[in-house]
């Protein structure tokens, strides 16, 4: 394998480049339906690549999200193959928005999915679950370092349901931290002396209000869902992440992808959110 310049150095390049933007390719029905497309295998091309052709050679991360893909079976799959060629090739970094949390050899299989040159969903980061352990995210943990792969953990999601494990309280943590506080703390050991960002970042809602509770200083990325249809604005970012909000990456979603079919509204809408972005964090 030959590995990339790591992920962190790669996302933050791009993110000066390109503006501090994330879009996620989310082809849920209605919004196919919105865009005056059926609900199948067409439709689905249609969409995705009206998404990369409009955007891929201007947007610095994008972060399709595998579910939607995978309900079509093996031809979603195909298209999602093309859609990471695509935006990697138009040189754009793809996240890869999948979740995936296991123990052992099945943690490997999944992170050789996603993180292996080799695998035709190659990505350049992946998203994942840690809640087997973050031990259980080593083999991931190990290609990526050895890929120039990136990983974002889920730490503090913006769903209200994730609050009942991630911020209980460690009885066994002799400084009483929460769930959410411990993945941290792994995530900064993990980017440690690691210049101008570290490759291991979290997922932290953009929605969530005052986290001045939790040290978000990880030098590494914080991928933030929420801006846009779930409520929270650009504007909102230096009150949640404070001293790390240099290091957000906010996506943005149906923010965008509403203002389809046409590519001209959509490049509008994604410049609208980088500027706003841009002006909130002081880029």
């Given at each position: 394998?030959?590995?990339l310049?790591?992920?962190?150095?790669?996302l933050?390049?791009?993110?000066?480049?390109?503006?501090?933007l994330?879009?996620?390719?989310?082809?849920h029905?209605s919004?196919?339906?919105?865009?005056?497309?059926?609900?199948?295998?067409p439709?689905?091309?249609?969409?995705?690549?009206?998404?990369?052709?409009a955007l891929?050679?201007?947007?610095?991360v994008f972060?399709?999200q595998?579910?939607?893909?995978?309900?079509?079976?093996?031809?979603?799959?195909?298209?999602?193959?093309?859609?990471?060629?695509?935006?990697?090739?138009?040189?754009a970094?793809v996240?890869?928005?999948?979740?995936?949390?296991?123990?052992?050899?099945?943690?490997?299989?999944?992170?050789e999915?996603?993180?292996?040159e080799?695998?035709?969903?190659?990505?350049?980061?992946?998203?994942?679950?840690?809640?087997l352990?973050?031990?259980s995210?080593?083999?991931?943990?190990?290609?990526?370092r050895?890929s120039g792969?990136g990983l974002?953990v889920?730490?503090?999601?913006?769903?209200?349901?994730?609050?009942?494990?991630?911020?209980?309280?460690?009885?066994?943590?002799?400084?009483?931290?929460?769930?959410?506080?411990?993945?941290?703390?792994?995530?900064?050991?993990?980017?440690?002396?690691?210049?101008?960002?570290?490759?291991?970042?979290?997922?932290?809602?953009a929605?969530?209000?005052?986290?001045?509770?939790y040290?978000l200083d990880?030098?590494?990325?914080?991928?933030?869902?929420?801006?846009?249809?779930?409520?929270?604005?650009?504007?909102?970012?230096?009150?949640?992440?404070?001293?790390?909000?240099?290091?957000?990456v906010p996506?943005?979603?149906?923010g965008?992808?509403?203002?389809?079919?046409?590519?001209?509204?959509l490049?509008?809408?994604?410049?609208?959110?980088?500027?706003?972005?841009r002006?909130?964090?002081?880029?």
């Open positions: 394998m030959s590995p310049e790591p992920f962190g150095a790669r933050r390049h791009a993110m000066d480049a390109r503006g501090p994330c879009v996620g390719i989310d082809s029905g919004l196919l339906s919105a865009w005056g497309l059926n609900d199948d295998v439709g689905l091309e249609r969409f995705t690549r009206t998404v990369v052709e891929a050679d201007r947007v610095a972060k399709p595998s579910a939607f893909f995978e309900r079509f079976g093996s031809r979603g799959i195909a298209v999602l193959e093309k859609a990471v060629a695509d935006l990697r090739e138009a040189g970094l996240v890869m928005d999948a979740k995936r949390g296991d123990i052992g050899s099945t943690m490997a299989a999944y992170a999915t996603f993180l292996h080799d695998s035709p969903l190659f990505a350049d980061a992946l998203t994942v679950s840690p809640y352990g973050y031990g995210l080593e083999p991931a943990v190990d290609l990526a050895r792969c974002f889920l730490a503090l999601t913006s769903n209200p349901e994730g609050a009942e494990v991630q911020r209980a309280v460690r009885t066994e943590d002799p400084a009483g931290r929460t769930v959410a506080a411990a993945m941290l703390a792994h995530l900064a050991a993990d980017n440690a002396g690691q210049t101008p960002l570290g490759s291991f970042g979290a997922v932290v809602g929605t969530l209000g005052d986290l001045s509770a040290d990880i030098n590494g990325p914080l991928l933030a869902p929420g801006i846009g249809a779930q409520g929270a604005t650009p504007a909102d970012l230096p009150s949640v992440f404070g001293k790390a909000v240099r290091n957000v996506s943005v979603s149906r965008v992808l509403r203002h389809g079919p046409d590519a001209a509204p490049r509008a809408a994604a410049e609208r959110y980088a500027d706003e972005v002006a909130a964090v002081g880029a």
